[in-house]
């Protein structure tokens, strides 16, 4: 799929940014939609997501020192046990990058060495009643996101340790981006995401989730149009045209983090939905196999209105499953 770099970027759109007040959080609002989303997250790589701390592992007769993967202790009956997870703020970042890229969002965390190159009005939103999609639903300065996503814990067993190659940072240091991120007219290309790969084997030990793992993931919404929760679910890669695999955490130019979401049940509290399936507000409902199927496609075709389909047919190419048939470099790029 690739020649030399492990990435793409998925080019801006053509318009401004898409700008406009959020619904809120203060109050469920009955006319939008509130509830919870239950998925299943199947791992296709080993996914790391570090704990921040390295530590001393056994690997057969060897001590290795190894970079740990996240965990909490969860109760178990009466004792507490180490499970590994993946943070919710982890996959969260993750969908938010998807998010920015599909829909005329801003790019938030502009560091000052960018900002000369991106698009006009591109930079990140600062007025509460002007937010981009992405802000409005994850949230921005001095506003709260509509959305929250629990941690997914590994079942038991899911710990493999690996070694990847190290990475290497491109052009640290250097002023300005580096020409590879810029087009001929000198703005910035997009924004970047790795292909998926089979991981590279190396000499920097990671304690990881492995291969073939199935943690289960919930996200919880409040207040969205239709549309938004289209959006969500199009940027979990569920919609029905563009189904692909996410990656998340780190180490994603050397072949981890590829995760693929199947979605399991809807929860509709107080919304239209609700309204139409029970004929009473306040009532919750849920919607599971092919129920869940048709809200899918009605949702994430109403979310036609805020994405752009050039952005997301991109970003389906570079998320294609297929990457998974090649395997991450081995050396710095
Ligand atoms: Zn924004």
């Keep these: 799929m690739y020649d030399e770099k492990p990435y793409d970027f998925i080019g801006f759109p053509n318009r401004s940014p898409d700008r406009a007040k959020g619904a809120g959080q203060d109050r469920l609002q009955p006319e939008l939609l509130s509830g919870t989303l239950e998925l299943i997250m199947h791992t296709l790589t080993p996914v790391h997501v570090g704990s921040g701390y390295t530590d001393f592992l056994k690997a057969g007769n060897q001590e290795t020192q190894a970079a740990l993967q996240a965990s909490k202790r969860v109760r ?15 996959v969260k970042g993750a969908v938010r990058s998807i998010v920015e890229a599909i829909t005329r969002s801003c790019v938030r965390v502009v560091q000052d060495k960018y900002r000369p190159y991106l698009p006009q009005g591109y930079s990140g939103c600062v007025r509460v009643d002007q937010l981009c999609p992405a802000c409005r639903l994850f949230g921005a300065q001095d506003y709260q996101g509509h959305l929250s996503f629990e941690d997914a814990v590994a079942p038991p ?6 070694g990847v190659p190290l990475l290497w940072t491109p052009a640290r240091g250097v002023r300005g981006l580096p ?21 590279a084997q190396g000499a920097d030990a990671r304690a990881c989730i492995k ?3 199935e943690l289960p993931l919930r996200i919880h919404f409040m207040n969205l149009e239709e549309a938004e929760l289209g959006v969500l679910l199009t940027a979990l890669g569920l919609h029905p045209a563009y189904r692909f695999p996410i990656k998340l955490g780190g180490g994603k130019p050397v072949g981890l983090g590829t995760v693929e979401l199947e979605a399991q049940s809807l929860k509709l509290l107080h919304g239209r939905a609700a309204l139409q399936q029970t004929g009473r507000l306040g009532q919750a409902s849920e919607h599971q196999g092919d129920a869940l199927k048709q809200l899918i496609q009605r949702y994430t075709a109403k979310a036609q209105a805020l994405i752009e389909e050039p952005a997301l047919k991109a970003l389906a190419e570079v998320y294609a499953k297929e990457g998974l048939n090649n395997t991450a470099p081995a050396e710095p790029y």
């Design 211 to 213: 291969t073939d793992a």
């Design 157 to 162: 067993g899911s710990l493999v340790l690996l």
């Design 76 to 90: 178990d009956g009466n004792t507490l046990r180490r499970r590994y997870l993946i943070p919710g703020s982890s």
């Design 179 to 199: 020409p590879r991120y810029l087009d001929r007219r000198d703005t910035a290309k997009g924004r970047k995401f790795y292909f998926h790969a089979k991981f």
